[in-house]
């Protein structure tokens, strides 16, 4: 399948229109990549002066070697003068991915996902290897694939998977509306089988014009580079507080619990031990107050099937804005964990050096 897209507004709308085969000027380039796709490798030569590329022809398939249902895709902006995006870490920006990208998905009728450190230290090593070693393309510098970034970063017992990449986009929602306005990363945003993510974002101040795309030309510099990786692992079943959002100033919340094909009872606690719980049919949705004042709060779920078999999965948010009643720290909380911990940790680097392309992604051989 080929697809050729532009954008009118290169800054941050992503409104997109056909562009004909004779054009070559354009403002961002949207291009479909598949896993398996045979890529040209080689040293990059750096350019005298930034060259904007013609416009994209690239081709995605169904992976259909790899254990997993979806394809691997990317996303490419056109090479432009990087104007100042959304204010935040990288980190932050990188959580901003995936509450839109939760958006998305409940607009429509799916369940969000849940952000996994595994899946966002892979997806942050990927971002980092691509703005360090100056290529644009799902198989890492050292010739790995997403099944290996998984293993790396011990993703195990997958089920599914799928990762979407782009570059120059300098906000969460430039990014994800791009995504979404390409047929093929819009079916991995909405793939309802996936139930995990992580999204890694990188800003690199010095890049260059000499990227490697996947049909051997040199692009950029794109400033920006992004990551979005997808999974599911078996007999996990995640819950989900608003969306994954990394903060709220109400008490009272919303619960998004997977698991409806396994499940026929669970329980819900703001206690590890689940002490005040009792069993109640299983749902997928749950309206549910945290505990009082302002920190970090943990919700816990069991879930319980038929077979007798039970699962435990938690989900953090910082509460705050509430009177100045006594802080409570969640039953079985780590003391050292800070606020939106389990969704930053692994989402923080900037690159610093051609040596950094290995960061967060795990020992490769």
Same mark, same amino acid.
């Given at each position: 399948?080929?697809?050729?897209?532009?954008?009118?507004?290169?800054?941050?709308?992503?409104?997109?229109?056909?562009?004909?085969?004779?054009?070559?000027?354009?403002?961002?380039?949207? !291009?479909?990549?598949?896993?398996?796709?045979?890529?040209?490798?080689?040293?990059?030569?750096?350019?005298?002066?930034?060259?904007?590329?013609?416009?994209?022809?690239?081709?995605?398939?169904?992976?259909?070697?790899?254990?997993?249902?979806?394809?691997?895709?990317?996303?490419?902006?056109?090479?432009?003068?990087?104007?100042?995006?959304?204010?935040?870490?990288?980190?932050?920006?990188?959580?901003? !991915?995936? =509450?839109?990208?939760? /958006? %998305?998905?409940?607009?429509?009728?799916?369940?969000?996902?849940?952000?996994?450190?595994?899946?966002?230290?892979?997806?942050?090593?990927?971002? /980092?290897?691509?703005? %360090?070693?100056?290529?644009?393309?799902?198989?890492?510098?050292?010739?790995?694939?997403?099944?290996?970034?998984?293993?790396?970063?011990?993703?195990?017992?997958?089920?599914?998977?799928? %990762?979407?990449?782009?570059?120059?986009?300098?906000? +969460?929602?430039?990014?994800?509306?791009?995504?979404?306005?390409?047929?093929?990363?819009?079916?991995?945003? #909405?793939?309802?089988?996936?139930? %995990?993510? $992580?999204?890694?974002?990188? =800003?690199?101040?010095?890049? *260059?014009?000499?990227?490697?795309?996947?049909?051997?030309? #040199?692009?950029?510099?794109?400033?920006?580079?992004?990551? *979005?990786?997808?999974? +599911?692992?078996?007999?996990?079943?995640?819950?989900?507080?608003?969306?994954?959002?990394?903060?709220?100033?109400?008490?009272?919340?919303?619960?998004?619990?997977?698991?409806?094909?396994?499940?026929?009872?669970?329980?819900?606690?703001?206690? !590890?031990?689940?002490?005040?719980?009792?069993?109640?049919?299983?749902?997928?949705?749950?309206?549910?107050?945290?505990?009082?004042?302002?920190?970090?709060?943990?919700? =816990?779920?069991?879930?319980?099937?038929? =077979?007798?078999?039970?699962?435990?999965?938690?989900?953090?948010?910082?509460?705050?804005?509430?009177?100045?009643?006594?802080?409570?720290?969640?039953?079985? *909380?780590?003391?050292?964990?800070?606020?939106?911990?389990?969704?930053?940790?692994?989402?923080?680097?900037?690159?610093? $050096?051609?040596?950094? $392309?290995? *960061?967060?992604?795990?020992?490769?051989?």
């Amino acid at each position: 399948m080929i697809e050729k897209i532009r954008a009118n507004d290169r800054r941050r709308l992503m409104q997109t229109v056909p562009i004909p085969h004779r054009l070559r000027q354009i403002s961002w380039v949207i !291009a479909c990549l598949a896993l398996g796709l045979a890529l040209i490798n080689g040293t990059p030569a750096a350019l005298a002066a930034p060259v904007t590329p013609g416009a994209a022809v690239v081709s995605f398939q169904p992976a259909a070697a790899q254990p997993w249902p979806a394809d691997a895709l990317a996303v490419v902006g056109s090479p432009v003068s990087h104007a100042a995006g959304e204010s935040g870490t990288p980190a932050e920006i990188a959580t901003q !991915a995936v =509450y839109l990208t939760n /958006q %998305e998905r409940v607009s429509r009728g799916l369940m969000p996902l849940k952000v996994d450190v595994s899946l966002t230290a892979a997806a942050l090593g990927h971002s /980092q290897d691509m703005a %360090e070693y100056d290529f644009f393309s799902h198989t890492s510098s050292d010739g790995g694939t997403l099944a290996n970034r998984f293993v790396d970063n011990n993703y195990v017992n997958w089920t599914g998977g799928a %990762e979407n990449i782009a570059a120059g986009f300098s906000t +969460a929602a430039a990014v994800v509306a791009a995504w979404m306005n390409s047929d093929g990363h819009r079916n991995n945003i #909405l793939n309802p089988s996936l139930r %995990e993510i $992580g999204v890694g974002y990188v =800003y690199q101040p010095t890049d *260059q014009p000499n990227v490697r795309l996947p049909d051997g030309s #040199l692009g950029g510099p794109y400033f920006d580079y992004w990551t *979005q990786d997808f999974g +599911a692992r078996y007999n996990v079943y995640p819950v989900i507080i608003n969306l994954e959002a990394p903060n709220t100033d109400a008490q009272n919340v919303t619960l998004a619990i997977h698991g409806w094909d396994w499940a026929d009872q669970m329980r819900v606690s703001n206690r !590890a031990d689940f002490a005040d719980a009792a069993w109640v049919p299983f749902a997928s949705a749950k309206s549910w107050s945290l505990l009082p004042g302002n920190g970090v709060r943990t919700v =816990y779920v069991k879930l319980h099937n038929v =077979y007798g078999q039970e699962l435990v999965s938690s989900d953090e948010i910082l509460l705050t804005g509430q009177s100045d009643a006594p802080a409570h720290r969640d039953p079985g *909380q780590c003391p050292s964990d800070s606020p939106g911990d389990h969704r930053r940790r692994a989402a923080v680097h900037q690159p610093t $050096g051609r040596d950094a $392309g290995d *960061q967060a992604s795990g020992n490769r051989s």
